[in-house]
């Protein structure tokens, strides 16, 4: 059981923005989540992956794959308040899940 957490890279957000975004994603798939996953997840230890994406269709395509197959996820909108000049999709999270159907889906991306 995990959770894929993936950020845009072509956005150039700092660390700081990119971690916050992350966290955004994580806990709002989280909560979309069922209490089965949830408690499994927590028990073995919250394991988390986080990965990148270049553009934000790859974002979006990870996206939709997820939501096709079913699983709890999320995309967060940054409201450009910070660092960016218009709001924008910044981050998805996928989980907590079964680690194989989230690799179907981000077997292939790079880690962050």
């Known amino acids: ?8 890279t072509d956005l150039k957000m700092g660390k700081g923005k990119m971690v916050s ?9 989280f909560l979309k989540s069922n ?3 949830r408690k499994i997840w927590r ?8 990965l990148k994406v270049k553009t934000k269709k790859e974002l979006e395509d990870v996206y939709r794959k997820a939501k096709k197959q079913n699983l709890p996820c999320t995309i967060i909108i940054d409201a450009a308040k910070t660092q960016l000049k218009k709001p924008d999709k910044t981050a998805v999270a996928i989980g907590p899940a079964p680690d194989s159907k989230i690799d179907k889906i981000t077997g292939k991306l790079k880690l962050l």
Request: no cysteine; glycine share 8%.
């Open 1 to 8: 059981m995990k959770q894929a957490i993936i950020i845009r």
């Open 21 to 29: 975004q992350g966290a955004h994603a994580s806990i709002s798939a």
């Open 35 to 37: 209490y089965r996953a």
């Open 43 to 50: 028990e073995q230890g919250e394991k988390k992956v986080v």
